[in-house]
């Protein structure tokens, strides 16, 4: 049972480069999201999914996009690269809830370095 | 707007008993949860407080008061595996689907 599966696990880009971060799950989760999390801080809400074609804004959706064309994957693309971006990259999945009430299962993070 | 307060760091030795507490100011609220996070891993949920009061799973408990917007996560028997980040996570503010997390205490648990 793999969960959530995030790639790549390591990248470094060069600022003005693009890249698409990968992420998929094989839980059947209706909701997905992409967070941020910089040194010492705690996480930060990108973008979120509740469902095949439906995507909203979290917290911090500048520079950022997603798409969500099938429930198991939800790709987080990046178009222009900035050193602000330079971050550990976390994405997750639940059941259909509200409020927190359904964990979150997070993928192990993708570690990008712009510069 | 939405806020947590957590301390930043708690130490504590090996068998103690450790409380790590977490205020919030939300528009919205659903319920309280705590996530730990080892160096260099994944979040891993660790218990949700929608209601008032005590909620045990094994070692850990979790207690939130609402009136008071507060809650804290209990260890006990600590163990040296116990050392970790430890989140405290609202939910409602903004969307009921997200969660707004605070920004980590880190347990160093001592031999």
């Known amino acids: 049972n793999a969960g959530v599966t995030q790639t790549p696990k390591f990248r470094i880009l060069k600022i003005g480069q693009s890249m698409t971060l990968q992420c998929a799950q094989d839980m059947n989760h209706n909701y997905m999201y992409w967070y941020r999390q910089d040194p010492g801080m705690g996480l930060k809400l990108i973008y979120y999914s509740v469902g095949a074609g439906i995507t909203d804004k979290g917290e911090v959706p500048n520079g950022y996009n997603v798409s969500r064309s099938t429930t198991e994957d939800f790709p987080l693309r990046l178009e222009l690269a900035a050193p602000s971006q330079t971050s550990v990259y976390f994405c997750?999945?639940?059941?259909?809830?509200?409020?927190?009430?359904?964990?979150?299962?997070f993928g192990d993070g993708t570690r990008l370095s712009i510069l | 707007g939405q806020s947590l307060e957590q301390p930043s760091e708690v130490t504590a030795v090996e068998g103690a008993i450790v409380q790590i507490n977490c205020t919030y100011q939300?528009?919205?609220?659903?319920?309280l949860s705590w996530y730990q996070q080892h160096d260099g891993g994944a979040p891993t949920f660790l218990s949700y407080n929608a209601l008032d009061g005590l909620e045990e799973t094994g070692r850990f408990s979790s207690f939130l008061s609402r009136s008071d917007s507060y809650g804290y996560l209990l260890l006990q028997e600590l163990q040296m595996k116990d050392s970790a980040s430890y989140f405290c996570a609202v939910g409602g503010s903004g969307s009921a689907r997200q969660l707004t997390f605070g920004s980590g205490t880190q347990l160093t648990v001592l031999p």
């Open positions: 939300t528009s919205g609220f659903y319920g």
């Open positions: 997750a999945s639940s059941r259909r809830g509200q409020g927190g009430n359904q964990p979150q299962h």
